[in-house]
């Protein structure tokens, strides 16, 4: 089983902050995506990895950028945040052929 | 660019009652994935669909898979309160990894 862990759960932070939100898988998979949710409303792909040192934007144009030093971690960080980032970010491994996406439990972030 | 529609958008369930939702996609694929969210939550994997005329079932859930139509079905037999939430499919075409989602259908059941 890939687990998954994103922290923070939830955050609060004030316009025009630096704030990494971060996500780290165990089993070393090397496919993770960044997806946005607005709540109620559909997904959309941010950022994509396929392995160390390569990464992609998604479909959803973003101001944050991501990295993947690690296999283990594909952390996502917005240099200056502002309210129209209050969202939430999903993050998600993909475990190999025949398996869905397994989904981190998110991070719930508010720009005030 | 793959479009995923969902419909209905919202629906609201009779216990008791059965029910459709229906994702329609527009390009090639034979990869197809429905997941639950529960309010405040994360997406959770119902069923994988990984050809034409699969059917998956779990409790009261069923869900099948025509590729030559582009479609998917989640079928819910006597819906009980415990199943209101929202259900996304999910398409991945077939020259790539990514997926693209449908936009949820918000399902609340009452008594």
């Known amino acids: 089983e890939a687990d998954i862990y994103q922290t923070p759960r939830y955050l609060v932070i004030g316009t025009g902050k630096k704030i990494t939100l971060e996500c780290s898988q165990t089993m070393g998979h090397d496919k993770m995506y960044w997806y946005q949710q607005d709540p109620g409303m559909e997904l959309h792909l941010i950022h994509y990895?396929?392995?160390?040192?390569?990464?992609e934007k998604g479909d959803l144009s973003s101001e944050s950028t991501v990295s993947r030093i690690r296999t283990e971690h594909f952390p996502l960080t917005l240099e200056s945040a502002r309210p129209s980032h209050t969202s939430q970010y999903l993050c998600?491994?993909?475990?190999?052929?025949?398996?869905?996406?397994?989904f981190g439990n998110g991070t719930r972030l508010t720009v005030t | 660019e793959l479009k995923v529609e969902q419909n209905p958008l919202f629906l609201s369930m009779q216990e008791g009652k059965n029910y459709t939702i229906y994702c329609n996609y527009s390009t090639t694929s034979d990869r197809l994935y429905w997941y639950r969210q529960d309010p405040g939550k994360s997406l959770e994997s119902l069923f994988v669909?990984?050809?034409?005329?699969a059917v998956k079932q779990e409790g009261r859930l069923m869900a099948s898979l025509d590729t030559k139509a582009r479609l998917s079905t989640l079928h819910i037999t006597a819906a009980v309160h415990d199943l209101s939430a929202t259900y996304f499919c999910a398409v991945e075409p077939m020259d790539d990894y990514k997926l693209s989602f449908g936009a949820g259908t918000t399902v609340t059941v009452r008594a």
């Open positions: 990895s396929y392995g160390v040192n390569s990464t």
């Open positions: 669909l990984l050809s034409n005329g």
């Open positions: 998600a491994v993909d475990r190999g052929y025949n398996s869905p996406l397994h």
